[in-house]
């Protein structure tokens, strides 16, 4: 089953206008997610969804390719399912392009469990930082099975006990997705956000309403994402430990 990934990436983000082309330790931030993702399956697999020139020509610069969608799209994941249609692929690879520190290991992974449950979404979690808040509502949370499926996902802090909480280490989604062509299709063709990814402002909840399961997985190490401009200089940090720890290897 050939995968490709697919970064959906706009320039109008309501809470960080311009996120894609934000300089983190002076490179864009969307040339350090398909410079991971290229790691991760043949740097001709990996594609930039966008309806912004600036973006476009940047990434074509880089060697990367473009697949130039429409501006009025609802979410992330509606276009790359725009983006999948002319596309010869049997897995589709979703990776957030504010997503600078993903571990192309943990894109791997989400293809080869695709493979392993194709009736499936795929999806990613990590155990929240030391340094982040679960009442951070810019950190969507997970509620998961013993069997790795997900139950709920809400920008609150869940589960909940009447009990204190404070030994519980809590989970937050990291941005990775794996789906098929007819997982896409479906997604689209309902046409609208669901009430409940209107409410929580989070995409993957609309296949709830699909009758879709969604297996999640753990990544293989802490992911920090780009959703403010605030989370920049914390991030950079971050990619300049990464970076330290190759050179040191």
């Not at 002076?26 to 990996?46: Q, T």
């Not at 589960?159 to 937050?172: A, E, G, R, V």
């Not at 209107?198 to 802490?222: H, P, T, V």
Request: overall charge neutral; proline content about 4%; some cysteine.
């Amino acid at each position: 089953m050939k995968a490709c990934v697919i970064i959906p990436a706009r320039f109008a983000s309501s809470r960080f206008p311009g996120k894609p082309l934000a300089k983190l330790n002076g490179k864009e931030m969307i040339l350090w997610v398909a410079e991971n993702c290229a790691r991760a399956v043949n740097p001709s697999d990996v594609y930039i969804a966008t309806d912004d020139k600036k973006i476009s020509d940047i990434v074509i610069k880089q060697g990367f390719k473009v697949i130039i969608t429409s501006s009025d799209l609802l979410t992330g994941t509606d276009r790359v399912a725009e983006a999948s249609k002319n596309l010869n692929y049997e897995i589709f690879i979703n990776v957030q392009g504010d997503e600078p520190l993903i571990d192309h290991r943990d894109i791997i992974r989400a293809i080869d469990l695709k493979r392993k449950y194709p009736e499936s979404i795929i999806n990613s979690y990590c155990p929240i930082g030391k340094n982040e808040s679960p009442n951070n509502k810019n950190i969507p949370k997970v509620a998961i099975t013993e069997n790795d499926d997900l139950i709920y996902i809400s920008r609150s802090a869940i589960p909940q006990s009447k009990k204190n909480l404070n030994n519980y280490i809590f989970k937050k989604q990291v941005c990775i997705y794996a789906y098929s062509k007819s997982d896409l299709n479906k997604f689209l063709a309902f046409g609208r956000k669901s009430e409940l990814e209107k409410i929580e402002d989070i995409e993957i909840l609309r296949f709830f309403e699909l009758d879709m399961n969604i297996k999640m997985y753990e990544a293989s190490k802490s992911s920090l994402a780009v959703d403010i401009p605030e989370d920049v200089e914390l991030v950079e940090k971050e990619l300049s430990k990464n970076i330290n720890c190759h050179e040191k290897i």
